[in-house]
Each structure stands twice: as C-alpha cells, then as structure tokens.
C-alpha cells in the first residue's frame, strides 16, 4: 500500500506561529484587564517567561528571571499569578485552546461527500506532524513538565483525547457500516501510537546520540500515513 498522493484541498500543514500573544485570546481571565498598560504587562510576563521556559527549561528558571526579562518587577508578576507553575499552566492552557480550535475549524472543512476517510487519515496525520514540527519547542516544554506536573499531565491527556474523538466523529461519517465503538478505540490507539512516536523525535538527547527519526523528514510522514490506513483497513 502507498500514500495517497490527493491530499485534502485545504490547507491541512497547520501553520502554528511562535506568538504566544495569540494563545491569550484563548483564555477568557487573561482578557480580563482592559487597560491598555495592564494587558500590556500581562502580555510582558507571559512571552518572557515562555521564552525562558523553553529555552533554559522550566527548573532553570525563575519568577526573578521572567521579571528580569519581561522588564515587569517581581511584585507586579506576584500580583497576575500565585506562582511560576501558574505561568506555565496559563500557557500550556492557551496554547491547547488555540490548537485545537484550530484544528476543529480545519476539521469542520473535511466534512461532506465531497472528502473520504482516506483523506480524513492524512487530515490527522498531519494535524500530529505540523504541529510538532512547528512547536517544537513549546511541546517539548509540556512533554517535559507533564512527567513531574498533575496539571500539564492532564491537559495533555485532555487535548489528546479532543483530537482523536474529532477524527473519530469525523471518520465514522465516511465508514458509517464500521462498528463504532471499535472504530473509536482505534482511532484512539492510532493518535497516541503515531503522536507518541513522533514526540520521540523532539524529545532532549544527548548531544551525540544519533536521531533515528526525523519530524521534518517527509518519508516518515508518508509511512506513518500508509501504517495508519493499513491499521485502519482503509
């Protein structure tokens, strides 16, 4: 079996920017300040401090760092959030929201007679692929915390479970003679089968280990694309 090469004609490589600007408009008591220079120090606060979680690692920094950085005082930050865990989970929050709005308004476009569960496959596959190779960074900060922290932990599992179950709802419009119950559980199976593996691919190493696989390389994609229909029977 090979990967089918028409593609949904929509713009399925989701674009996600390195804005985290953008995620506050997902988060309804981020919007709360309406003061132009108090909605500006929030916007301060939360673009240092993802900037230094991602780059230096949660542990590694600290709520004097993320002042330092977002030219906020430490008093100012105190009075926004209870603590450095609340910056990070106010921005894994935003980031979830925004990606998956995103994805569903993508989602809701593959529906109609006009689209197949084929396409449907490829629609997932690249949900997974664009956004970890395009938010490397930010993933690689909540795959990280969410061994250590209940709160991303569940976030995760929360967001996983929002894409699989789109794909599912998706999906049995196109195979309506499939059982349903057991098309769910693989679709199930199949996000966190291929999400978990690509996640592999962005994980920290160290410095000389080779890579086995490469998110970016599009052979990778184009296998996960042809293993996921197989298993699906389409």
Do not use: C
Request: cysteine-free.
């Amino acid at each position: 079996m090979t990967a089918s090469s028409h593609h949904i004609p929509i713009n399925t490589r989701i674009t996600f920017e390195n804005d985290p600007l953008k995620w506050l408009e997902a988060l309804d008591f981020v919007i709360a300040p309406q003061q132009k220079r108090s909605r500006r120090t929030l916007e301060q606060i939360i673009v240092a401090a993802m900037r230094l979680f991602v780059d230096r690692g949660f542990d590694q920094t600290t709520i004097a760092d993320i002042a330092r950085y977002s030219d906020v005082s430490v008093g100012s930050i105190y009075q926004r959030f209870s603590d450095k865990s609340a910056i990070l989970q106010t921005i894994v929050a935003g980031y979830r929201n925004t990606r998956i709005k995103e994805i569903q308004e993508l989602g809701d476009k593959t529906r109609g007679s006009h689209h197949d569960a084929r396409e449907v496959v490829e629609f997932h596959i690249d949900v997974i692929f664009s956004a970890l190779s395009g938010d490397k960074g930010i993933l690689r900060l909540i795959e990280t915390q969410r061994l250590t922290d209940e709160k991303t932990y569940f976030m995760l599992v929360e967001a996983n479970e929002q894409v699989s179950m789109l794909i599912f709802d998706l999906l049995k419009e196109h195979l309506p003679d499939r059982d349903a119950r057991e098309l769910e559980a693989q679709v199930r199976y199949l996000h966190n089968i291929v999400r978990g593996s690509a996640v592999w691919t962005i994980l920290p190493r160290f410095p000389a280990a080779p890579r086995s696989l490469d998110i970016n390389d599009p052979r990778y994609r184009a296998e996960a694309l042809v293993m996921a229909l197989a298993y699906l029977d389409i």
